[in-house]
């Protein structure tokens, strides 16, 4: 079964810091990967995706993630954190077989970025 | 386009009482999911459609849940009878067919079982 493991439940930093978000997976064949954001009282809102196209992917807001098989990693990072990036980061994988349809969600980081 | 809509989006009900829990999809998706989210157990995947019909519902967590897609544009998920654990943000969502599609999410409903 496909799942992905998110390192760090709670991530600190200042304003203008480098951010890095952990996500390792665990999937039986190439997977599709995804990072959704959840600002407070919302619901979630996907940043980006890789689904085995470029292995660097770029998303909003200035995020990017960089698959790579050979750690089994799907990193979120944004060179330069500004206050509106306080949220909380879910990691995901979709499925397959039974399970094609649906995502399998990691159990979240929030982010707080520090003035 | 008004994206998921969800409602109500705040409930607060006493235990024991019925409570019903709705959706409607963006027009045109084709899957249509009902998520729960809380601070223990994260995030959870109860129940998912295709084309109106339930396709996985190994995530309800006991009989006292149902949720039913009577047509493309409406989702209801009730909880008879309700319980404080039940306390909780349900989300909706859903996407277009296509494996790779992101899935759009609704603002949530917090539900409080006293």
């Known amino acids: 079964a496909q799942s992905v493991t998110q390192l760090g439940s709670h991530v600190s930093v200042s304003e203008g810091a480098l951010v890095l978000l952990r996500c390792n997976y665990s999937?039986?064949?190439?997977?599709?990967l995804f990072w959704y954001v959840q600002y407070p009282n919302q619901g979630l809102q996907l940043l980006l995706k890789?689904?085995?196209?470029?292995?660097l992917v770029k998303g909003i807001n200035g995020f990017e993630a960089e698959f790579k098989k050979s750690e089994t990693s799907f990193h979120l990072t944004k060179p330069s954190a500004h206050m509106s990036d306080a949220a909380e980061y879910f990691c995901?994988?979709?499925?397959?077989?039974?399970?094609?349809?649906?995502?399998?969600f990691g159990q979240g980081t929030i982010l707080t970025v520090h003035p | 386009d008004a994206g998921v809509i969800q409602s109500p989006r705040h409930e607060v009900t006493e235990m024991g009482q019925e409570v019903t829990l709705r959706c409607k999809p963006i027009s045109g998706h084709d899957y249509l999911f009902w998520y729960r989210q809380t601070m223990m157990r994260g995030l959870e995947l109860l129940i998912y459609?295709?084309?109106?019909?339930?396709?996985?519902d190994s995530g309800m967590p006991e009989d006292r849940f149902s949720a039913k897609m009577p047509n493309a544009s409406f989702s209801t998920l009730k909880i008879q009878p309700s319980e404080p654990r039940d306390s909780a943000v349900y989300f909706c969502?859903?996407?277009?067919?296509?494996?790779?599609?992101?899935?759009?999410f609704g603002p949530g409903t917090r539900l409080t079982v006293l």
């Open positions: 459609f295709n084309n109106n019909v339930p396709i996985d």
């Open positions: 999937s039986s064949v190439p997977p599709y």
């Open positions: 995901a994988v979709i499925g397959v077989g039974t399970s094609y349809g649906k995502l399998t």
């Open positions: 890789y689904t085995s196209a470029a292995t």
């Open positions: 969502a859903s996407r277009p067919s296509g494996r790779t599609n992101e899935q759009f």
